[in-house]
């Protein structure tokens, strides 16, 4: 690991990051979830995007955080039809496969694309509209631009979030991921607080918000803390996001304090947090997005200086281009796996735009960057070197 940063080079990594972003933000207002990697290019996915636009929000690139969602709502508007359809079944009691759901990713232009992935995955479908709801808050916006594409992913949440699905590493198709409930439970409890709903739908969302949370009190705590899936006993690096930024879980509760001991004690090596025990991606690395988060919970909890500490590892993973990777490989969970990767899809994802967004989110969040009072709307001051690669999609 690269030696850690001071002050200064802490916020600067910030705003640069903010920039970076910002320079790589498609005009359709999709973000890239990594310009230069091989299985991502040309794609923007909506749990990466809303995280990112999250990010953005919290340092004031508000039209940047606000076009991701235009993106997102003309999305879920041109899918109405399929949408309803999915209803439709669902209610008839004879719901469709999951190849006929909604995807994960989608091209910057919002089509499907052509390239097989592991679609079903709902997560996304919460997170964006947790994340359009506190930008709106945050900077006093109206909701009504996106509206429709809320009412829409609510009506589609309300289909599908009992059913298992890939979790947010796109695997485990079968289980039922907690970090995937925390998900829904933000988006549509956000959705409904925001009341921007038809009674009669907000009323069905907040029955399906307090479902999950009693099937996540039941299945979804051990020993205190959040598990990977319902029935596990592990704990996977993402369940701190519930914690912080989504706030599914308060942050001064015991739940939150054991949730994120246990991903400390299971999953942390020097402030570096792994997927879960187990992951072999690239080895299975070190994720500078989860140690944010992992941040980001310490500091729901009052422990600023953990929190700092985790943004401290983060920055270290930095490159000389001033990149933040997806993972980095200083502590291996399986050695033997990464050159099967390598072969398969190349170095890895560099930079993860997701990455920085958690960065500047957890920057913003203990005081070590401020970011101007508004980005304007394009804040890009570095060349983009990607984007015509970026764009070939
Ligand atoms: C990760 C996903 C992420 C995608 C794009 C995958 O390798 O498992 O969580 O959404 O990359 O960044």
Same mark, same amino acid.
């Given at each position: 690991?690269?030696?850690?940063?001071?002050?200064?080079?802490?916020?600067?990594?910030?705003?640069?990051?903010?920039?970076?972003?910002?320079?790589?933000?498609?005009?359709?207002?999709?973000?890239?979830?990594?310009?230069?990697?091989?299985?991502?290019?040309?794609?923007?996915?909506?749990?990466?995007?809303a995280f990112i636009a999250d990010g953005m929000s919290s340092a004031n690139a508000i039209e940047s955080a606000s076009r991701f969602f235009d993106w997102?709502?003309?999305?879920?508007?041109?899918?109405?039809?399929?949408?309803?359809?999915?209803?439709?079944?669902?209610?008839?009691?004879?719901?469709?496969?999951?190849?006929?759901?909604? %995807?994960?990713?989608?091209?910057?232009?919002?089509?499907?694309?052509?390239?097989?992935?592991?679609?079903?995955?709902?997560?996304?479908?919460?997170? &964006?509209?947790?994340?359009?709801?506190?930008?709106?808050?945050?900077?006093?916006?109206?909701?009504?631009?996106?509206?429709?594409?809320?009412?829409?992913?609510?009506?589609?949440?309300?289909?599908?979030?009992?059913?298992?699905?890939?979790? &947010?590493?796109?695997?485990?198709?079968?289980?039922?991921?907690?970090?995937?409930?925390?998900?829904?439970?933000?988006?549509?409890?956000?959705?409904?607080?925001?009341?921007?709903?038809?009674?009669?739908?907000?009323?069905?969302?907040?029955?399906?918000?307090?479902?999950?949370?009693?099937?996540?009190?039941?299945?979804?705590?051990?020993?205190?803390?959040?598990?990977?899936?319902?029935?596990?006993?592990?704990?996977?690096?993402?369940?701190?996001?519930?914690?912080?930024?989504?706030?599914?879980?308060?942050?001064?509760?015991?739940?939150?304090?054991?949730?994120t001991a246990r991903i400390d004690h299971e999953l942390t090596v020097d402030g570096g947090v792994h997927r879960y025990l187990g992951d072999t991606f690239y080895g299975g690395g070190q994720w500078p997005l989860l140690s944010c988060m992992l941040g980001l919970a310490y500091a729901a909890g009052g422990?600023?200086?953990?929190?700092?500490?985790?943004?401290? &590892? %983060?920055?270290?993973?930095?490159?000389?281009?001033?990149?933040?990777?997806?993972?980095?490989?200083?502590?291996?969970?399986?050695?033997?796996?990464? %050159?099967?990767?390598?072969?398969? &899809?190349?170095?890895?994802?560099?930079?993860?735009?997701?990455?920085?967004?958690?960065?500047?989110?957890?920057?913003?969040?203990?005081?070590?960057?401020?970011?101007?009072?508004?980005?304007?709307?394009?804040?890009?001051?570095?060349?983009?070197?990607?984007?015509?690669?970026?764009?070939?999609?």
């Amino acid at each position: 690991m690269t030696s850690r940063l001071d002050d200064e080079s802490l916020a600067s990594l910030a705003a640069h990051s903010v920039e970076l972003i910002s320079t790589l933000q498609h005009p359709s207002g999709a973000y890239p979830a990594s310009p230069t990697f091989s299985a991502y290019t040309g794609y923007s996915w909506f749990r990466d995007g809303a995280f990112i636009a999250d990010g953005m929000s919290s340092a004031n690139a508000i039209e940047s955080a606000s076009r991701f969602f235009d993106w997102c709502a003309s999305i879920l508007i041109a899918r109405r039809a399929q949408i309803e359809t999915i209803e439709r079944a669902e209610a008839a009691g004879t719901p469709l496969d999951n190849s006929q759901m909604l %995807a994960t990713r989608f091209t910057f232009d919002g089509a499907e694309g052509d390239d097989d992935w592991w679609d079903f995955q709902t997560d996304g479908y919460g997170t &964006w509209m947790w994340a359009a709801v506190a930008h709106s808050r945050r900077h006093g916006l109206g909701l009504e631009r996106w509206r429709e594409g809320i009412e829409l992913s609510v009506r589609y949440l309300l289909a599908t979030w009992e059913r298992p699905c890939f979790d &947010w590493w796109e695997e485990f198709e079968t289980e039922r991921h907690v970090s995937t409930l925390g998900c829904v439970i933000a988006g549509l409890s956000a959705a409904v607080s925001a009341d921007v709903l038809p009674a009669d739908i907000a009323t069905r969302a907040t029955v399906a918000t307090t479902a999950a949370r009693e099937i996540i009190e039941l299945d979804g705590v051990r020993d205190g803390h959040l598990v990977k899936w319902l029935g596990s006993v592990a704990v996977d690096g993402s369940l701190a996001a519930l914690i912080s930024p989504l706030a599914v879980v308060d942050g001064a509760s015991a739940l939150a304090a054991a949730s994120t001991a246990r991903i400390d004690h299971e999953l942390t090596v020097d402030g570096g947090v792994h997927r879960y025990l187990g992951d072999t991606f690239y080895g299975g690395g070190q994720w500078p997005l989860l140690s944010c988060m992992l941040g980001l919970a310490y500091a729901a909890g009052g422990d600023t200086a953990r929190a700092r500490n985790q943004l401290e &590892w %983060a920055a270290s993973t930095v490159t000389a281009e001033g990149f933040l990777p997806e993972q980095v490989d200083d502590d291996l969970l399986d050695p033997s796996r990464v %050159a099967e990767w390598q072969e398969r &899809w190349g170095s890895v994802a560099t930079p993860l735009l997701w990455s920085h967004a958690m960065y500047v989110r957890l920057a913003v969040e203990i005081g070590m960057y401020s970011p101007p009072a508004e980005w304007p709307a394009s804040v890009a001051t570095t060349e983009n070197h990607f984007r015509n690669e970026s764009e070939t999609d």
